[in-house]
Each structure stands twice: as structure tokens, then as C-alpha cells.
């Protein structure tokens, strides 16, 4: 158990709606991460936040949106759903020791759009 | 930009070893990790090197060469709980990891 936990844990909805996946990270972390995770593809960062502020945006579409709370926990946001969303969704927070900056990850939702 | 290569799978017998290997491409290296991830299941930190040379942990260690943009992961001992995926990920610059594909590692009796 990384200490990142996740909900839900699967989802099923239709193409069109919107969903909202939910991470708490660890007891401490600041930094919050969002990958994408399809069959064929390995994992795709979509966006940073660090203590609430968004710190880096990898590939993430117009339809995705992110943000972290004064708690620190994030919520990721996807709309207009399309079949090809379909994928597994992985939170990580980080810890830093001296130079190193490890992710640590919760245990994912798994989204399948119908 | 970056680019990360693995194999895609391998196949080693329980009880042996094997080597998976990683190169890459970066600018401003700053480190690289391996994460082993179990099918459906979240990645786990396995190691990380910053320096060229061998890390030893347990049955798994981590070799780095900076200079020719190389790393592997060697597995020895190898057990059924070792069928995983293993992934590669590099730390350059300010930006966050970016993964390899994975190498999926199959281990037969």
C-alpha cells in the first residue's frame, strides 16, 4: 500500500458524460500527478500540481481538467467522453530526499466508456 | 524532446537471471527510475540511479552509464511473482518523469 488512495476504483458511463476521479495523497506530499494509462500505450503524464498550484501540463486535452485543494487532495475531471478514453487513470505524489524525487502510486481507476 | 526504449517482452526461466535494458535520449539528465507494475495493478518503485554504476537491492539491481545513455534492471533468482511489467522513466531538466513503454517480463517454470 503506497499511502495514495484513489475513487472510485472502476467507472462505466457513456460517451458525452462527464466524470471526475478523485486522489488523496500521501500524508505529507505536496506534489500531486495525473497519467493516463491505455492497453497499447505506456503511462502518459497529463499534469502536476504542487500545494495547489498546477507546476507542469504534459499531454492532456482540452476536455481534461485538474485541480488540487487547500487539503491537498486532487480531482481530474473528464468531459465530452469518447470511447478512446478508455484507460486506466494513476494519482502519484511525490517525496523528495536530497536530489531524489520518487512517485509513489495509488491504485487507479479503471474507466471504460461506452 | 525524450525518447525512452525498452523490449517490449522477454521470457526467463524461475531460478535464473535477467537483464532488462533501457536506453534513452534526454537533455539535463537528472535520474532514472524503474518501477515494476503487476497487470491492472499501480507501478512500484523498485530503484533510481543518479550516478553511472551498480545500486543493489535484494535480488534486484539497477546499472547506469550516463554517458552512453544506458541503464538495466537485473532480476536474479527469478521467481513466478516476477511476471510484471518494468518500467524505465527518466527525470530531466524541471519536467516530471517520462515513462517507457514497459518491458513485459513473463517467467516460466
Known amino acids: 500500500d503506497s499511502g495514495v488512495t484513489q475513487t472510485p476504483k472502476h467507472l462505466i458511463t457513456a460517451t458525452g458524460q462527464r466524470v471526475t476521479l478523485r486522489c488523496s495523497p500521501r500524508s505529507g506530499d505536496l506534489s500531486v500527478y495525473w497519467y493516463q494509462q491505455s492497453l497499447d500505450q505506456g503511462l502518459q503524464f497529463l499534469i502536476q500540481y504542487y500545494n495547489g498550484e498546477e507546476r507542469a501540463k504534459g499531454n492532456i486535452l482540452e476536455r481534461f481538467s485538474a485541480q488540487q485543494f487547500p487539503d491537498l487532495h486532487s480531482e481530474l475531471n473528464l468531459s465530452s467522453l469518447e470511447l478512446g478514453d478508455s484507460a486506466l487513470y494513476f494519482c502519484a505524489s511525490s517525496v523528495v530526499s536530497g536530489r531524489q524525487e520518487t512517485q509513489y502510486f495509488g491504485p487507479g481507476t479503471r474507466l471504460l466508456v461506452l | ?109
Not at chain 2, 25 to 48: I, V
Not at chain 2, 83 to 102: H, I, M, Q, R, W
Request: charged share 15%; net charge neutral.
Open chain 2, 1 to 109: 524532446g525524450q525518447n525512452i526504449d525498452q523490449p517490449t517482452e522477454m521470457t526467463a526461466t524461475e531460478g535464473a537471471i535477467v537483464q532488462i535494458n533501457c536506453t534513452y535520449q534526454t537533455s539535463g539528465f537528472n535520474g532514472l527510475f524503474w518501477y515494476q507494475q503487476h497487470a491492472g495493478e499501480a507501478p512500484t518503485f523498485l530503484s533510481y540511479n543518479v550516478l553511472d554504476g551498480l545500486e543493489e537491492k535484494g535480488r534486484f539491481s539497477s546499472f547506469l552509464s550516463r554517458s552512453k545513455g544506458y541503464s538495466y534492471l537485473l532480476l536474479k533468482e527469478l521467481q513466478m511473482k516476477d511476471s510484471a511489467s518494468y518500467l524505465c522513466a527518466v527525470v530531466s531538466g524541471n519536467t516530471p518523469l517520462v515513462f517507457g513503454k514497459g518491458t513485459r517480463l513473463s517467467v516460466i517454470a
